[in-house]
């Protein structure tokens, strides 16, 4: 008895009556400049785990790298102006915006070791690939009839 008169007491209490724009705050919609993918890449002693990675066009692209070896090691990719340390026990990451459609290399100088990452075109769908509205498939009237009519 005494909870629920302590539940209706904080049901209509004006302290816990949240206004329109207080709830309009708490959950607004959150918007993000360009959407972001977040690729983990492991140097092994056989090369790069994985070694192709993709992303769209338009896209942040945020690269986790470690190592799994002592022997130093890196990551560097074509055209990107990136170059990441491998260190094992060690993350190290960075953002790159990819706009432009391609596939890119990453390697290591130092290893021979080498991977791709493949930036789709992003293209919005044509008209002529829209699915048509679906019509009627039959004739039948719309009205109910026994079973002995059909």
Known sequence: MLKSIFFIFLIT????????SKIDQVFSKKTYPKPLREVSII???????????????GELVKFFITSTVEKPQCLVLQKHDVFLS???????????????????????????????????????PKE?????????????PSYWLPRDYD
């Not at 209490?13 to 329109?20: D, K, L, N, R």
């Not at 706009?99 to 021979?112: E, H, I, K, L, V």
């Open 13 to 20: 209490s004006p302290y816990f009556v949240w206004s329109e």
């Open 43 to 57: 140097v092994t002693e056989d090369g790069y785990y994985p070694d192709k990675v993709f992303a769209y066009e």
């Open 86 to 124: 491998a260190q094992k026990g060690k993350v190290n990451e960075t953002t790159v915006a990819v706009d432009t459609s391609g596939r890119f290399r990453f390697y290591c100088p130092s290893a021979n070791f080498d991977g791709h990452l493949t930036v789709f075109k992003k293209e919005s």
């Open 128 to 140: 002529s690939e829209v699915l048509p509205s679906r019509d009627i498939a039959s004739e039948k």
